[in-house]
């Protein structure tokens, strides 16, 4: 999050419930033609630009014995 979208998020929470309600409707409405895409629909998404990357050589992929390896090393 950017400095100002910070500073700006710390002033809209410090207003008044009834003032935040209001911004809250205008940012809405203002999202009403706006196509969001499902998590599973951006997930599948993101899962099929992976595995084109791993088939056109660019990414490899890497064993999953190894990543849970890497997990553990993690959470330890």
Do not use: Y
Not at 20 to 33: K, Q
Not at 44 to 50: G, T, V, Y
């Amino acid at each position: 999050m950017s400095e100002q979208l910070t500073r700006l998020r710390s002033e809209l929470l410090a207003l008044p419930a009834n003032d935040r309600f209001s911004i809250t409707r205008d940012l809405l409405i203002s999202l009403d033609d706006v196509e969001f895409q499902d998590d599973e629909t951006a997930l599948e998404a993101e899962l099929e630009r992976r595995a084109r990357l791993i088939e056109d050589g660019a990414e490899r992929g890497m064993p999953i014995e190894e990543v849970f390896e890497r997990i553990r090393k993690k959470l330890a």
